[in-house]
Structure formats: C-alpha cells, structure tokens
C-alpha cells in the first residue's frame, strides 16, 4: 500500500529524475529514507555522463546502502525511484538488504512512454558444465572450519 507519505517521498524522486534532465542526463531518480521518512541519500541516472552502464540511481543507493547501513537499517529503509527497478538493479537491491522499493512508473509505463526503452532482453548463455572443475573452489571457499 502506498501512503500519502509515500506519495510525497515519490514525488522528491520524480523531482530527481527531472533535475537530471536538466543536468544532460536520462530521466531517472531515486531516494532512500528511513522508516521515518528521513532522507538517507539520493542519486540519478549517470550513465552517459559516467559512461557506465550500470550507472543507475537504484543500483548507486544499493551499493551505498550495503556499504553505509548495518543490516537493521537497510531492512527498515525503503527507495523511492521514479521507475520500476530493472533487472540489474532489482537483483543489487535484494543484495543490499533494503526493505522496500516504492516507484512510480511501471517498466510497461515506462515503455509505452518511450517505445525505445524496450522490455529487458535476456542474453543468451548455456550451462551448467563443468561440474567437477567448478565446485573446488566453491568448497574451499565455504568449507566449514
Ligand atoms: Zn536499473
């Protein structure tokens, strides 16, 4: 369920995503805030800036949530983004711990809006092989003491 609080936190990241326009940058913002509201951080889209594909503002609050906060503290944070996480970034955010993910725009949105966003390709890759060669260093990684 999204709150009237919410609502207002969504709309600081959509506010985000048009300063990066202005900025000569995709359209993208994000925010992460603590159970209380309080803004933890805040980042836009830099890819062509950056010249980093992964420079997504989700993907940045991820990392800077796994690095910053204790485990507690990302699980009582939520990120407002001004649209639907990509695969990429849904996968960072799971790893990050945070608990909560609130956006705006829907990937389908997001596409209707601008055709060439596209829906996410899935790249081609075979597997498993290997099995004997690829489980050493797996198990001397997490061998029990
Ligand atoms: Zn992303």
Redesign the pocket.
């Known amino acids: 369920m999204i709150t009237t609080a919410d609502e207002a936190l969504l709309r600081r990241a959509i506010g985000i995503a048009a300063r990066a326009v202005e900025l000569g940058d995709a359209p993208y913002g994000s925010l992460l805030a603590g159970p209380d509201g309080t803004v933890l951080a805040e980042a836009h889209n830099t890819v062509r800036r950056d010249d980093d594909i992964t420079a997504?503002p989700?993907?940045k609050l991820a990392r800077w949530a796994a690095r910053v906060l204790d485990e507690e503290a990302a699980a009582r944070a939520t990120l407002y983004t001004s649209c639907q996480?990509?695969g990429?970034?849904a996968g960072a955010l799971v790893r990050s711990g945070i608990g909560r993910v609130v956006y705006a725009l829907a990937t389908a949105q997001l596409v209707e809006l601008n055709p060439a966003s596209g829906a996410w390709p899935v790249v081609a890759h075979d597997g498993p092989a290997l099995f004997d060669e690829a489980r050493g260093p797996i198990e001397a990684y997490y061998r029990e003491g």
């Open positions: 997504h989700e993907l996480p990509c990429m970034c």
